[in-house]
């Protein structure tokens, strides 16, 4: 089944959701690196979209800010590119602090959908654009080609992933947000990757959208140290786009969040992607960290698990859902919140053993094979149903028994989860 809970106070809607010269070639055969939202529909003009960021009011977004705005939190936002003077990012991008080797056109976007990501992070509202979850954070740009990337000639001049990564990890940006992905492991990007983890860099990635198609594994969602996102609406349910697997490390909105229609920045839009839940995930952890700036990755991305919402145990997260739905404002209402050992890392199983695969039916899912995060490829096997009600994210209150349902600031959750396997 599709991972799910029902709700009624709004958690998520539908919106609109490789780089370097040697792996082109590569990519052009098996698939490009491709931004992570899709379905896009009209929406609204830049002074009515607010009103449409119904995760906010769900998040309890004023509680929070009156805790921690996301100030003095980099993000580096690495994408189609950043554009700096849409009224909600003025003032919100640090175009000085790309390093040149890698700043190439890095505050023109090609898409319109790397500066969605930002200001989903960082925006701060002005002229009724975006509100991001993290206003007071900044927004470092960097663009790669992904796929919508027409001109050959930007395509070869675009910088390399694999660099990109490693400039941003010798960088004070403490998290880095990748709203793309692509079925292709590059061993020069798992190299980048880990040397990032090493510079303490926390690393988010949107874990796919083709589900209903062939759910691949996303890279680079599925390496190691990269934190894995799922989409999920309004109802509290995973989106049935969202891919599952191993990787799926948390849940975040991703449907019915509102994005720039294209790169003329004359309209919002609305569609579906795990594009979103990625940035709202980064903003989750800007949040966080600007509360507790000492504080490591590994106790920023620790806290966030142990708050998600999940019915289930924390040892056994969901294929759907991960460790469950992200909620930032149960980290910052308690500010005695401990994080664990600053060098334990909360996904150590994932990232060195990681699972083989559980291949006993669940309540809630069909029979698959869920690939380690450790390993270099391979597919999961698709859920065969696609019913609406299955694995949960966002509980706060167990309400009573055998139905599991759950309150979530107010709305109830049904909940029937689906195991990621032992």
């Excluded at 890095?106 to 990501?117: N, P």
């Excluded at 062939?214 to 190691?224: E, R």
């Excluded at 990787?247 to 994005?259: C, E, H």
């Amino acid at each position: 089944m599709v991972a799910g809970i029902s709700r009624r106070d709004g958690w998520s809607a539908p919106i609109a959701g490789r780089n370097g010269r040697r792996v082109s070639a590569v990519c052009s055969a098996l698939g490009a690196l491709a931004v992570l939202s899709a379905g896009l529909a009209p929406g609204a003009a830049a002074a009515d979209v607010q009103p449409e960021q119904w995760y906010l009011s769900a998040m309890k977004a004023d509680e929070m800010w009156k805790v921690s705005t996301g100030k003095g939190v980099k993000v580096a936002v690495v994408d189609t590119g950043v554009n700096p003077n849409t009224a909600s990012l003025k003032g919100q991008v640090l175009v000085g602090e790309v390093p040149k080797a890698v700043a190439y056109k890095a505050t023109e976007d090609y898409l319109g959908h790397g500066t969605s990501m930002a200001e989903l992070i960082a925006g701060t509202g002005a002229g009724g654009g975006l509100k991001g979850l993290a206003p007071g954070a900044k927004i470092v740009p960097y663009r790669i080609a992904l796929k919508g990337l027409k001109n050959q000639a930007e395509k070869e001049k675009a910088p390399d992933e694999a660099a990109v990564i490693r400039a941003i990890a010798d960088s004070d940006a403490k998290i880095i947000n990748m709203s793309f992905g692509s079925s292709i492991d590059v061993p020069e990007v798992r190299a980048a990757v880990k040397y990032a983890q090493a510079k303490g860099k926390l690393m988010i990635a949107g874990t796919g959208n083709d589900a209903q198609e062939k759910n691949f594994i996303g890279y680079p969602a599925a390496y190691p140290y990269v934190v894995g996102v799922a989409a999920s609406d309004e109802n509290g349910k995973v989106g049935k786009f969202s891919e599952h697997g191993n990787y799926v490390d948390l849940a975040s909105p991703g449907l019915n969040v509102p994005t720039w229609c294209d790169n003329t920045f004359r309209s919002y839009c609305t569609g579906q992607g795990t594009s979103q839940a990625t940035a709202i995930a980064s903003a989750s952890a800007a949040l966080v960290w600007s509360a507790h700036p000492d504080w490591t990755a590994n106790q920023v991305l620790a806290s966030l698990i142990d708050t998600a919402g999940r019915d289930w145990a924390k040892d056994d997260p969901s294929t759907y859902l991960g460790y469950g739905l992200i909620r930032p404002r149960k980290v910052l209402e308690n500010s005695s919140f401990n994080p664990g050992a600053a060098g334990t890392d909360p996904l150590a199983k994932e990232n060195a053993v990681g699972v083989t695969g559980d291949t006993s039916p669940s309540p809630s899912a069909s029979t698959s094979s869920q690939p380690s995060k450790s390993t270099s490829g391979g597919q999961t096997s698709a859920a065969a149903s696609s019913s609406e009600s299955s694995d949960n994210s966002t509980m706060w209150v167990a309400l009573g028994a055998a139905a599991a349902v759950l309150v979530v600031g107010g709305g109830a959750f049904a909940v029937i989860r689906s195991r990621r396997g032992a």
